[in-house]
């Protein structure tokens, strides 16, 4: 019989692993994504089921999940497969940093924390209105953050707020509100001519290589390559739309921003 609260949860994004470990409710998590990295401990305390887009869906039924967390279309396929098996799934789809406090604070009602959770939301609020609210300099330095360098990806939601949260401006702010990767491609061109002050790169689990970015045919006179403020930010801490990004990843954008300030 499944029980509510769910007692044996898997994870197919590590968003929701770093949740429940915020919300001491780790014990209930059965099976995570090979992605999941905080805390550390996650990779010695729980058996990986899952890549991305695919998962081994025998490993997943052996554990006897009474929910399974997934998110977005992208996971569509692996959702599809639970389903027909009967396991319950709950598809978050946050993209944005509204949408990440609303995924915390459903997952604690999920479960039966919801006070809880609610607390851990507030606090990271607290925490993003403090940032933004630090005194910096004028102007702001113009932001490009990349997700991909081949083609060129741009524009991903959450990151964009915490952009300006961190004191800077979104070089191409409109793309937040294209959801799908595909619609956020750009060409070199586009970068070229808003000239931002400081380049973000976070490829995705792909190593950045600054020369790369350096190299491309007119960027030698964009601001940020002149002045070698080509910044790579890992992804496990930007590019997942969970506490990561609230906390060490905001962080690393102010520090990209303001070198010497303190968060």
């Not at 061109?189 to 973000?200: E, F, K, Q």
Request: with cysteine; aromatic share 6%.
């Amino acid at each position: 019989m499944r029980q509510f609260p769910p007692r044996r949860i898997v994870c197919l994004t590590e968003e929701t692993v770093e949740t429940l470990y915020l919300l001491g409710e780790q014990d209930r998590i059965v099976g995570v994504s090979g992605y999941a990295v905080r805390p550390p401990q996650v990779r010695r305390e729980k058996p990986r089921v899952s890549a991305f887009i695919s998962a081994d869906i025998p490993k997943i039924l052996a554990l006897e999940p009474d929910l399974v967390l997934a998110f977005s279309d992208l996971q569509a396929g692996i959702v599809a497969d639970l389903v027909r098996a009967g396991i319950a799934i709950h598809v978050f789809n946050q993209r944005d940093i509204a949408g990440i406090l609303a995924m915390i604070r459903t997952l604690g009602a999920m479960i039966g924390v919801a006070e809880r959770a609610d607390q851990l939301a507030s606090g990271f609020e607290e925490r993003l209105a403090r940032v933004a609210a630090t005194p910096r300099a004028s102007p702001k330095p113009k932001v490009y953050f990349e997700e991909w360098d081949d083609p060129l990806i741009s524009g991903i939601g959450w990151v964009s707020e915490l952009i300006e949260i961190a004191g800077g401006e979104d070089a191409l702010p409109k793309l937040r509100f294209q959801q799908a990767a595909k619609d956020r491609i750009i060409s070199p061109d586009v970068v070229r001519d808003t000239a931002p002050d400081v380049i973000l790169a976070s490829w995705c689990g792909k190593k950045v290589v600054p020369d790369r970015i350096r190299q491309r045919p007119g960027w030698s006179d964009i601001p940020a390559v002149r002045n070698n403020r080509i910044v790579e930010i890992k992804s496990a801490i930007i590019l997942q739309p969970g506490p990561a990004a609230l906390t060490d990843g905001l962080d690393a954008i102010v520090k990209a921003l303001w070198p010497e300030s303190t968060i």
